[in-house]
């Protein structure tokens, strides 16, 4: 009878310690399989960036969230204001633009210096933002067809049309103001700023890593990762780039789902900021934490 016992008590006991040792080996492998390396990513990034050291490159795309807990006041406040209307003047007045066309000029201006685009003439400028020139609107039957002439613009502000994918028939400045009026509860509400510069980029285009190097923040264009049985064919380009020295803070903050997502906000020393999500894993967003440890801000805890 004590044998009996003993015997089912044993069979029991390794039955505990057997399914104890199945988990312990899937949680390994989980966790082997959560573990991200962005080796790949810096040997493609690195030619691009001679004579720095590259201490991060994201292995997801950088998003600017719809809403922020600075501007939620000043949303509902524009909401109540401007109702459903994106009438250029309303927009112009709660942006505090004075002089559109100066205002234009003023947008082009960080991103000369921080993405350091080379704005060329007309169809050169669409040439290097490496998209096709924006086809005129198909004329419509002989009694409906209305002939749009494009705006003029100077070859300057025409690269940078191009370059951004903005319409040809309407002012710049009002495509703009509807820009900042859609995305100012995520940076400062002033596109003539380092934040600004860099909305516009993240605005244009989609899949854009970060990357992190001794000297520079940097925004890329690079494309996911291909599937382990394909070849990679990436072509990464720099999009935007800033001197870390005009990066005054970095506050960074995992939410509810933190093991898949970074949310940072970014100061630079002009005074402007944008809040930035990164969907990364908890390996990615150490090495980020890592190459930004210089920095100040808060950061979260491990």
Known sequence: MMS??????????????????????????????FRTSDETERALVAPLLPGQELRYVG?????????????????????????????PKVLFGLLNIVNPVVWVDAVLAPVRLAAGVLLLPGRAGALAAGVPEAAEPEPGPPHQR??????????EQ????????????????????????RRRYVFSGDLATLAGSLLLFLERYTGTPLAVTDTHLHLLRMGPRPDAD???RRQPRV?????????????????????VQLTSTIVFDD???????QPALRDDQSRFL???????GQRPTP
């Open 4 to 33: 009996g016992e003993r015997g089912r008590f044993g069979r029991f006991t390794e039955a505990v310690l057997g399914g104890a040792r199945a988990a312990r080996d899937r949680a390994r492998e989980l966790r082997d399989e």
């Open 59 to 87: 292995l997801g795309p950088v998003r600017a969230p719809n809403t922020h807990k600075a501007g939620r006041q000043l949303a509902h406040v524009m909401a109540d204001e401007v109702v459903d209307s994106l009438d």
């Open 146 to 155: 209305v002939r749009r002439e494009p705006i003029a613009l100077t070859e």
């Open 158 to 181: 025409e690269a940078f049309r191009a370059l951004f994918r903005l319409s040809l028939y309407r002012p710049l400045a009002d495509q703009l103001a509807e820009i900042a009026y």
């Open 230 to 232: 394909r070849p990679d």
């Open 239 to 259: 999009l935007w780039s800033v001197p870390r020295a005009r990066v005054a803070r970095i506050d960074s903050e995992r939410g509810a789902t933190g093991f």
């Open 271 to 277: 005074g402007s900021w944008i809040r930035l999500t």
């Open 290 to 296: 890592t190459a930004i440890h210089d920095l100040p």
